[in-house]
T-cell receptor, first 111, second 115 residues
Framework: GEDVEQSLFLSVREGDSSVINCTYT??????LYWYKQEPGAGLQLLTY?????DMKQDQRLTVLLNKKDKHLSLRIADTQTGDSAIYFC???????????FGQGTTLQVKP | EPEVTQTPSHQVTQMGQEVILRCVPI?????FYWYRQILGQKVEFLVS????????KSEIFDDQFSVERPDGSNFTLKIRSTKLEDSAMYFC?????????????FGDGTRLSIL
């Protein structure tokens, strides 16, 4: 079935780059998303990539997609303490239009 | 920027009671969704709604659950007889279309606690 997996925790120092990885199973997914959840808040859409793209850059965020390996990554350049949050990878189910989420990666940014 | 709003932010209810969670989607959006996140688990899809009817639902969305768009702005999730395992964060989302460069936008969620 459809499944999305992420590592649970990442710790980086302020100013370093963060790379959050995700794998998915539905090879027919058309869109893949990254959402950010700060404590007590909802899911904020960060960025997304269409499946016919390999890379998308949006200011400090770079999304890389390897369709062959069904691997998605989110790179945050110059990570700041304000980037500390849980980051969710999600794929759009091609059949149903629902989002299938990973378990979320907690990013801890140390000053 | 327009946003999805959910009320209340926290709802505490006795087991067996009915609860209604409310959402106001983004005004020009046509597709509406409910998801839930049990503490420590993944965000799970519950139901999608389009053109005044359910378009897709998960196996979680059994007869105890219902959704409604009672007017032009609200979208509600009703749980008829709540169980302890219904305790979770419930997220509403909306989108203009499915895929096609129109992502789902989420509200801040309602934390439902069943006692």
């Amino acid at each position: 079935g459809e499944d999305v997996e992420q590592s649970l925790f990442l710790s980086v120092r302020e100013g370093d780059s963060s790379v959050i990885n995700c794998t998915y199973t539905d090879s027919s997914s058309t869109y893949l998303y990254w959402y950010k959840q700060e404590p007590g808040a909802g899911l904020q859409l960060l960025t997304y990539i269409f499946s016919n793209m390999d890379m998308k850059q949006d200011q400090r965020l770079t999304v890389l997609l390897n369709k062959k390996d069904k691997h998605l990554s989110l790179r945050i350049a110059d990570t700041q303490t304000g980037d500390s949050a849980i980051y969710f990878c999600a794929e759009l189910s091609s059949n149903t239009g629902k989002l299938i989420f990973g378990q979320g990666t907690t990013l801890q940014v140390k000053p | 920027e327009p946003e999805v709003t959910q009320t209340p932010s926290h709802q505490v209810t006795q087991m067996g009671q009915e609860v209604i969670l409310r959402c106001v989607p983004i005004s020009n959006h046509l597709y509406f969704y409910w998801y839930r996140q049990i503490l420590g688990q993944k965000v799970e899809f519950l139901v999608s709604f389009y053109n005044n009817e359910i378009s897709e639902k998960s196996e979680i969305f059994d007869d105890q659950f219902s959704v409604e768009r009672p007017d032009g702005s609200n979208f509600t999730l009703k749980i008829r007889s709540t169980k302890l395992e219904d305790s979770a964060m419930y997220f509403c989302a909306s989108s203009y279309s499915t895929g096609n460069n129109q992502p789902q936008h989420f509200g801040d969620g309602t934390r439902l606690s069943i006692l």
